[in-house]
């Protein structure tokens, strides 16, 4: 989506912000189209049922069901190619996963296997296909599993799906309870086209049937993966971060709005978010790389003053630097949002007095892997912080499925946030002040790289968002 629109938006939803953090009362019914029936009673969908360390104990659903991305390219290629340099892809297929993956399956050794796989490889919980040995992308690369299954949140995942899902709320047993409605194998394709037609699709075997839902317009059909809640606390809830916004939930824009805009006449299959392909450093030049840069650019404005006033709120008195900064989220979430224990914003701010020497400083890192130290209380950072015990006690943990209890540092949903500096200037300065903020983000936390990918951890990017500067007159 492009800015203007964004803004446009905003200036919407500035009027309605006010409430943002009351209790939902946001009907589940209504979409962002205003579409008021979501599921539908005619359309038959497959069942399964699981036991209670989240393993099938019976299903509907045969794995050749499925169709592998690879059948779509010959006839969806500008699509196939797109989700096939998107994450939904590598879902699965990623070293960072594998190796958390691992652990999980040793502090959970019954449900760890499946907990994860529900929303990473869905084809293999939905069929209860067995993942045993399969423990590193090389395990995978040389295993004869499916193909469906390594493809991760592959096209038949979403293109079978003919209900919103429920939430899934996690318990304290860490087991998978996902609840897809997923329709395979029945050779028709469901998506947002609008009386399409399939009946010449016949001839090549590809599916001979397809049908528009209005699901696919709504922001509900991201909730199967997209809305979690762990030992009932709301640390992946993504969707419901948008649904509780009224203005969102009422007017939109859609998930699909912002991450899955027109390209030509095709919606965008490159998923783009926040996480880039750096293991073995970055390709600036990838078109993953341009779309996740164009996204972080329109996430957040930074500015040197209050919200809503110009910047002679920034002033010096007795020798102090009164400098505010606010920061304003333009995403249909909070900022971070996903999994925000992993992500980091926040803003470096240098001041430089006339001669450009540095004179304070703060949120400038000289590695990109430095760690950000979360008890300044001088530093603007946005993220979570996960505790293994109570009441924010205990150890910091970087795996929600050990977290008891959980720090929200996130931005709020289209909301700002504003914090004043007070910098003493010497006495013996003169002349012009001059203030640089930038915001700044990484995917990850430099911690969590060091315990499941430490061998990246040199290549760990650190994105520009937005940034705002500002000179001041010493009086
Ligand atoms: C032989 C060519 C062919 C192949 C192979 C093929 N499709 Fe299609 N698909 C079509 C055509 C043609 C349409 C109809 C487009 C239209 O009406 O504008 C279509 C439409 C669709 C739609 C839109 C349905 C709607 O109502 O919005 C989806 C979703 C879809 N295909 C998914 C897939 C998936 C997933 C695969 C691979 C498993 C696949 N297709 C393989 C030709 C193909
Ligand atoms: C107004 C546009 C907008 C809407 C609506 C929107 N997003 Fe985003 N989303 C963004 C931007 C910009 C970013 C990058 C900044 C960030 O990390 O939040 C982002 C980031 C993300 C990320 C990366 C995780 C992260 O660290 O924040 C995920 C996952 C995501 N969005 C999913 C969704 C889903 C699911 C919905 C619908 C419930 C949605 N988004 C609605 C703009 C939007
Ligand atoms: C994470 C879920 C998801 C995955 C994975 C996915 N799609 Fe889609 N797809 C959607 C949604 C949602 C829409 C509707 C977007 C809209 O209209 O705003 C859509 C739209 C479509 C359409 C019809 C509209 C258009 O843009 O042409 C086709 C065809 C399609 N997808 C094919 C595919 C194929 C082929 C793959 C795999 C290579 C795939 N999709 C993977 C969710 C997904
Ligand atoms: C079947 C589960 C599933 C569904 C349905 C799904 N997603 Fe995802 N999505 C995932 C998983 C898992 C990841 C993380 C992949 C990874 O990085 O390992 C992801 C990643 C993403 C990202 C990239 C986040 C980043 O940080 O870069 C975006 C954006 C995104 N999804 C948007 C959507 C939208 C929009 C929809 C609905 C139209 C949707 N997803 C539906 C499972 C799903
Ligand atoms: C309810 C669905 C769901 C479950 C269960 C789940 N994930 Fe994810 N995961 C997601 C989605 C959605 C994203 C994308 C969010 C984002 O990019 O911010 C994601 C992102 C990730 C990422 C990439 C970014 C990051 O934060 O590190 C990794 C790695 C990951 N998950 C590992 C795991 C592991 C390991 C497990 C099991 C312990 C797991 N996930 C369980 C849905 C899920």
Request: proline residues 5%; negative net charge; charged residues 20%.
């Amino acid at each position: 989506m492009n800015l203007l629109k964004l803004k446009i938006y905003i200036c919407l939803f500035v009027l309605f912000s006010c409430s943002e953090d009351s209790p939902s009362s946001s009907n589940n019914n209504i979409d962002g189209n205003g579409n008021t029936n979501l599921n539908s009673d005619i359309i038959p969908h497959k069942e399964y049922s699981l036991d209670s360390f989240g393993n099938i104990l019976d299903t509907e659903i045969m794995i050749e069901d499925f169709d592998s991305a690879a059948t779509c390219k010959n006839c969806h290629e500008e699509i196939y190619n797109q989700w096939a340099s998107s994450f939904h892809a590598l879902s699965f297929n990623d070293p960072i996963f594998m190796s958390m993956w691992s652990s999980e399956k040793n502090s959970h050794p019954e449900t760890g296997t499946m907990y994860c796989v529900q929303c990473h490889a869905p084809a293999a919980f939905v069929t209860g296909y067995s993942l045993e040995g399969i423990n590193s992308q090389s395990d995978l690369k040389h295993s004869d599993i499916p193909n469906i299954i390594k493809e991760g949140v592959s096209c038949d995942i979403c293109h079978t799906m003919v209900q919103k899902s429920p939430t899934v709320h996690t318990q304290d047993n860490i087991a998978a309870v996902a609840e897809y409605f997923l329709n395979p194998g029945e050779d028709i394709k469901y998506g947002s086209i609008q009386d399409p037609d399939c009946s010449a699709n016949e001839e090549s075997g590809a599916h001979s049937d397809c049908q528009y839902l209005p699901l696919f317009k709504s922001s509900s059909s991201c909730k199967p993966c997209h809305d979690q809640t762990i030992r009932g606390m709301p640390i992946e809830t993504t969707v419901s971060q948008w649904d509780e916004h009224p203005p969102l939930a009422m007017f939109g824009p859609s998930c699909q709005d912002c991450h899955m805009p027109k390209i030509g006449s095709h919606s965008s299959h490159y998923f783009a978010g926040v996480d880039l392909l750096f293991y073995d450093g970055v390709d600036e030049s990838s078109d993953q790389y341009q779309q996740v840069i164009n996204l972080l650019e329109q996430s957040a404005t930074i500015h040197l003053g209050y919200f809503d006033t110009v910047k002679d709120s920034i002033y010096i008195e007795d020798n102090i630097l009164y400098l505010p900064i606010t920061v304003n989220n333009l995403t249909g979430h909070r900022l971070p949002s996903g999994t925000p224990f992993s992500r980091e914003a926040w803003v470096e701010i240098k001041v430089f007095d006339s001669e450009g020497n540095i004179i304070f400083d703060k949120g400038a890192l000289e590695n990109p892997y430095d760690i950000i130290n979360h008890d300044d209380p001088d530093i603007i950072l946005y993220t979570t912080i996960l505790y293994d015990q109570e009441n924010l006690e205990g150890n910091i943990v970087y795996e929600p499925s050990k977290a008891l209890s959980y720090d929200d540092r996130t931005l709020r949903t289209l909301f700002y946030d504003s914090h004043q500096y007070q910098i003493e200037i010497e006495n013996s300065l003169s002349g012009l002040i001059t203030v640089k903020a930038r915001m700044l983000f990484r995917s990850f936390k430099p911690q969590i790289l060091n315990e499941f990918h430490p061998s990246s951890i040199n290549n760990l990017p650190i994105i520009e968002i937005c940034s705002d500067s500002v000179s001041v007159m010493i009086p």
